[in-house]
């Protein structure tokens, strides 16, 4: 069936270890997002991707690299030079410029 | 840039009534799309509704509607007959029109309601 699968649900790392989190979608999407989300805080966007090959900094990039090279994936690697990376974070995709459905998320814990 | 405003932090509704959820938002656009998206204690953000600016009918999907008022900028949510399955975090999100270029793709959420309902 169709969707927007994250793995793992939960990842635990130790502090200075680059990690990637793993973003797939089946809906033959165009575009595909990911957002950081925070206790008390809405959803902030890190990177987004129209098609593929293409990608855009979000209001919170730094840190954080991705890359685009099939429709169907949007790997998002949470890198040491994050300063802050333990949140949760959430995979979106949708038809280009209208609204997003969004994957299960993953749980990053560095410690 | 868009900024979306939800006011209230934490809300409770007894099973079987009818509560409203407050957004206002902020944009220089005249074209634009809201949304309600639920967020459930799986964490899996669901959208709920959406709305066209320039659309004046106010949008409905079963016990969930919308008050849409341009003009003051505010949008909000009302859930009818409200089930124990609704206890949610609620976010509120903004998007550009689809033409006004690379920033037409970003949501701006809300920080968003936590509702309790009460059996």
């Known amino acids: 069936d169709g969707g927007i699968t994250q793995s793992p649900k939960y990842l635990f790392r130790k502090e200075g270890q680059n990690v990637t989190l793993s973003c797939e979608q089946n809906l033959n999407h165009d575009a595909m997002y990911w957002y950081r989300q925070d206790p008390g805080q809405g959803l902030r966007l890190i990177y987004y991707s129209q098609i593929v090959n293409d990608f855009q900094k979000g209001d919170i990039a730094e840190g954080y690299s991705v890359s685009r090279e099939k429709k169907e994936s949007f790997p998002l690697t949470v890198t040491s030079a994050q300063k802050n990376p333990t949140a949760f974070y959430l995979c979106?995709?949708?038809?280009?410029?209208?609204?997003?459905?969004f994957g299960p998320g993953t749980r990053l814990t560095v410690t | 840039a868009q900024t979306v405003t939800q006011s209230q932090p934490e809300m409770s509704v007894q099973e079987a009534e009818t509560v409203t959820l407050s957004c206002t938002y902020d944009?220089?656009?005249?074209?634009?799309?809201l949304f309600w998206y639920k967020q459930p204690p799986s964490r899996q953000m669901i959208l709920v509704i959406r709305?066209?600016?320039?659309?004046?009918q106010n949008a409905t999907e079963n016990r969930f509607s919308v008050n849409f008022q341009k003009a003051a900028k505010s949008f909000s949510l009302k859930i009818s007959d409200s089930q124990l399955g609704d206890a949610a975090m609620y976010f509120c999100?903004?998007?550009?029109?689809?033409?006004?270029?690379?920033?037409?793709?970003?949501?701006?959420f809300g920080k968003g309601t936590k509702l309790s309902v009460i059996p």
């Open positions: 979106a995709s949708g038809l280009a410029g209208y609204e997003q459905y």
């Open positions: 999100a903004s998007k550009p029109p689809s033409y006004s270029g690379a920033g037409s793709y970003q949501l701006t």
């Open positions: 709305q066209e600016a320039y659309k004046q």
């Open positions: 944009t220089s656009e005249s074209d634009y799309y």
